[in-house]
């Protein structure tokens, strides 16, 4: 019998097949690995199969194993690019991205999935459902993405408009229609949003965009500005100190903290702190041991760090400077005003 002519890409569907049908919990048998091959239209026998899971090993590098349980010998894929729990750590970044649409939420994790056994993909199908979260509407982002990182590898300038959503649930653009045109230097992922870190010429400093809300995006021919700005752009400093990527006006502030805010404080600014304690009161000439300790920060002040701060009630509260803690107080009292 003539051989059919899918019979020289044996080797490549019995790796397709060992890929997709098994893992550590679930492997195949000599005859169940003949029968997958004949779904693909391949004849093979038991000492050519042999030959070719040695040739996996060596050639490709496959890690193939083989395991025999109650008279049962199976053949199964050992280990893999990505452990499975290393997969579920990216479903879970991407099913909890609002940056990406739904529908390309769902066709990333199915791409994830290719990653494993269909057995283990299972798992990461559960997953999927784990939460409703809210998703973005603007599918241009990921070409948005692609262009920008374009941008930064050529040093090339960019323009775009801003918009926000208005009480029709219409995109707009902000400040009527106005044209951005910044020096794009990075890109980041804050808060479960893609931002922009740029150089605006205009006003001479570093600003940021959300990503899904920039439309009209080009690439321009002018070379980027403010290489010495970025020139010791640290980051990580720059996403501690902006809050909910809110721009405001940076600022070294000193918090009082109750010893039990210790590990919120490191979570949030960093292990690179200095946490004075505040002395203890003296309570019949005997001084009590410190309740509390002061730290200084540099954050960027806005409402979402001062709202940040009201989470912690009396635990947290500024201790300088003046104007930062008047800025609290009157975010506090028209908090109260809407109730009252």
Known sequence: ???SSNQKLKLMYLAKILQEKTDEEHGLTMPELI???ALYDVKAERKSIYDDIEALREQMDMDVAKRTEGGRTEYYLASRDFELAELKLLVDAVQSSRFMTKEKTETLIRKIEGLTS???AKQL???VHVANRIKTMNKSIYYAVDDLHAAISQNRQISFQYVKWNVKMEREPQHNGKVYKVSPWALMWDDENYYLVAFESESK???HYRVDRMTGLQRLEDLREGAEQF???DMGTYSRKTFGMYHGR???VTLRCTNDMADAIIDRFGQDLFLRPVEGMVIDGVRQPSTHFDVTVKVSISPVFLTWLMNFGGRVRIAGPQWVIDEQVKLARA????YE
């Open 125 to 127: 199908s559960r997953q």
């Open 1 to 3: 019998m003539a051989k």
């Open 205 to 207: 400093s570093i600003r």
């Open 118 to 120: 269909t057995h283990q």
């Open 335 to 338: 908090c109260i005003e809407q």
């Open 231 to 233: 020139k010791n752009f």
């Open 35 to 37: 029968e997958q091959l």
């Open 250 to 252: 940076d600022e070294h």
